[in-house]
């Protein structure tokens, strides 16, 4: 039985990266009851254990298998969904969800954003938004109030492509234009701690870093004791023509998924106000 002494939450892909943190976060606010739903106990007993101690229930299911889903939103306020993947889990997977939550008259709902402004994208623009895109618009058809939380990239992503897939700093177009950040750790702070007021909805936007690419090298190379140089790959009608073949040849690969997003970033769509951030002056977060 979920308490009704504190507000119920429901953490859904809790032992992934960031749902392990948002409900590790979410477990430090005691006004709320934290419960999770997850494929594999065993993938993360310390998790499980903290849930059943704290007084919150561990429910196993599959998003992807909606039988498995039944009444696991009984009692619940909020759903908060840290999933990833492709349609059938992003979209279809917490559409299966959400239906649930409809049936059970849960109030308000976190779908699985995190990310870029997914209320500026549009459809077939970023293969990884898409899902997120159609979910949006079908959570607007139910009586769940959505919350939608809005980061810039996450500062580990970001720093994967420039060290990883493709070593260096690159921009496109204009290298004053400002990238909007933030890491795992801090999207999870935020996020628990808008759940504490019950009717907080709408669309929430925060980001910890705002720096343009020539000030993203500088505290790097002081950092690492480096002498990167950022560099320029062309204009953003090449940026828009190398994320076309790349997504014509392989529309899923990270190449894509890296071009997809440089293309809101650098057309200051990843650039946003943080007036919500300013209401969680307690949250200490992480800069560069």
């Known amino acids: 039985m979920v308490s009704t002494q504190k507000l119920p939450i429901l953490v859904v892909g809790a032992t992934g990266q960031l749902g392990s943190l948002i409900t590790k976060h979410a477990l430090t606010h005691p006004n709320l009851n934290v419960n999770i739903l997850i494929r594999n106990p065993d993938k993360n007993k310390e998790l499980v254990d903290q849930i059943k101690q704290s007084g919150g229930n561990v429910l196993i299911g599959d998003v992807t298998k909606p039988e498995t889903l039944k009444d696991s939103t009984k009692g619940i306020h909020t759903v908060i969904s840290a999933l990833i ?114 009717n907080r909805t709408g669309d929430h936007y925060f980001s910890v870093n705002a720096l343009t690419i020539n000030q993203i090298a500088e505290i790097y190379n002081q950092i690492r004791g480096t002498n990167v140089t950022p560099k320029c790959n062309g204009s953003f009608e090449a940026l828009k023509g190398a994320f076309g073949f790349s997504k014509k040849n392989d529309p899923i690969s990270l190449q894509t998924n890296m071009l997809a997003i440089f293309q809101i970033i650098y057309d200051d769509r990843c650039s946003f106000d943080k007036t919500h951030q300013r209401e969680f002056p307690d949250v200490q977060t992480t800069s560069l």
């Open 85 to 198: 993947g492709d349609d059938s889990t992003v979209f279809e997977g917490q559409k299966h969800l959400a239906e649930d939550a409809v049936k059970n008259g849960v109030k308000r709902f976190v779908p699985s954003d995190f990310s870029l402004s997914v209320d500026k994208a549009k459809e077939g623009e970023h293969p990884f938004l898409d899902s997120r895109i159609k979910f949006r618009k079908y959570l607007e058809t139910t009586p769940v109030k959505g919350l939608h939380v809005t980061l810039g990239v996450f500062t580990q992503t970001f720093f994967f492509f420039m060290t990883r897939l493709f070593p260096g700093l690159h921009y496109y177009h204009n290298p004053d234009q400002k990238i909007d950040f933030t890491t795992y750790e801090d999207t999870a702070k935020f996020v628990a701690a808008a759940l504490v007021d019950e």
